[in-house]
């Protein structure tokens, strides 16, 4: 059980499920819209950009086929990411099978808005994109929850299957070969 | 870039720029930026990362509502009706065999010291008796009545076992269907937490569309 008190999204997200247990389809649909895009934004970057629209949905689908098994240790955001990650994981490991390359390249984070950037703007993203390129699996992951995500050690560990310990190692370790790249 | 050497104000300035600091926190930062160049350069670079990781493809939001099933509680009643008959099935089987096992154990237990006699019985030449006296040999007659024994006491031994069987097997076939049931409801409570586990399949939302179906 959690040892702090819930955050008012924490209580939003559980007030929205027992809405939509109740028979609120719609309260599924704030939820939708309240995670959507930060799980999109993470499949995006630790997965491959194609498959974010249906990892996004199999995610949803997933937590909401099976919420009496989400006891509440946890946040719903952090559950979210849970299935998320494993679902990403899957895909890669059935790609692996299948003999395609499965490496997460800088090229697949994603680039949606770049023609509207300046080319300074651009070339700036090419080589932070570079950078992050440069990490392990596990340092993206933990670190694109830190950075962009802003979820602390306990949320990410509680994601990625891994102690707080771990999660500040890598994320200190990610950012320590981020610096090294952009010093390079 | 350089390091600061504070690793406490680095750890938290991902916090910082998502606003999750409490407010003393956040002012303790607040004061370290302002004397320290290297932090206020991660800062910025964490600023850069976050821009640069948050570009991400817009997802169909309407389409994933879309999907999205209707809420049905778990079936709880069909489910612990056909795991409590597997579980009584299992009783039964553990009784029975149990129960065997102790049977045949006890019985060889005590069918033990009647293999001595049985050694002492075998008959004993016509004319043993002209020859050295011989503690093991017998009379025709005791031979016969020594080689008995043993399967008397075997008998005798599995005698309350059997009807240790039997009552353990009525036992649950004389249950009542209350008993039974109340019997399933306590076994019930041994049972493992479901696994929360996420299974990795077939794409879930076709799993989804089609339980929506008709």
Request: hydrophobic fraction near 45%; glycine fraction near 6%.
């Amino acid at each position: 059980m959690p040892d702090v008190a819930p955050t008012i999204d924490e209580r939003t997200d559980l007030d929205l499920v027992a809405r939509w247990k109740a028979g609120e389809q719609r309260a599924a649909t704030l939820l939708v819209e309240r995670h959507a895009a930060a799980l999109a934004r993470f499949v995006a970057s630790v997965g491959s950009r194609e498959d974010v629209d249906e990892v996004v949905q199999d995610t949803f689908v997933r937590a909401f086929t099976s919420i009496d098994g989400f006891r509440g240790d946890s946040s719903l955001r952090t559950w979210l990411f849970t299935i998320a990650r494993r679902l990403v994981l899957d895909r890669r490991r059935a790609a692996r099978r299948r003999g395609e390359l499965v490496e997460v390249h800088e090229g697949d984070v994603a680039t949606e808005f770049d023609p509207l950037d300046g080319v300074v703007a651009a070339e700036t993203q090419t080589r932070l994109r570079a950078a992050l390129g440069t990490l392990s699996p596990t340092q993206r992951e933990v670190f694109v929850l830190r950075v962009s995500e802003g979820m602390s050690y306990r949320e990410i560990a509680g994601t990625v299957g891994t102690t707080e310990g771990a999660a500040r190692v890598h994320y200190h370790n990610a950012m320590r070969a981020i610096k090294e790249f952009l010093d390079d | 870039m350089t390091d600061c050497p504070n690793g406490d104000v680095r750890d938290l300035l991902p916090e910082y720029l998502h606003d999750r600091l409490t407010l003393a926190d956040r002012r303790a930062v607040d004061v370290h930026l302002a004397t320290c160049a290297a932090c206020r350069d991660e800062l910025a670079l964490l600023r850069d990362l976050r821009g640069t990781l948050r570009r991400a493809p817009a997802v169909d939001m309407d389409a994933i509502a879309a999907a999205l099933p209707a809420y049905r509680a778990p079936a709880a009643a069909p489910r612990r009706v056909a795991s409590g008959w597997r579980i009584a099935a299992a009783i039964v089987a553990l009784a029975v065999g149990g129960t065997s096992i102790a049977l045949l154990q006890r019985a060889g237990s005590r069918a033990t010291p009647s293999t001595t006699p049985e050694v002492a019985a075998v008959p004993a030449p016509a004319d043993a008796g002209a020859t050295a006296p011989d503690e093991g040999a017998q009379p025709a007659s005791d031979d016969l009545a020594s080689a008995a024994q043993p399967a008397e006491s075997l008998a005798q031994a599995i005698q309350p076992f059997e009807r240790e069987l039997a009552v353990a097997g009525a036992a649950i076939n004389e249950l009542s269907d209350g008993e039974l049931a109340s019997l399933v409801a306590d076994l019930e409570t041994l049972d493992a937490v479901p696994s929360t586990e996420v299974e990795t399949g077939e794409s879930l939302t076709a799993v989804a569309l089609r339980g929506a179906l008709p």
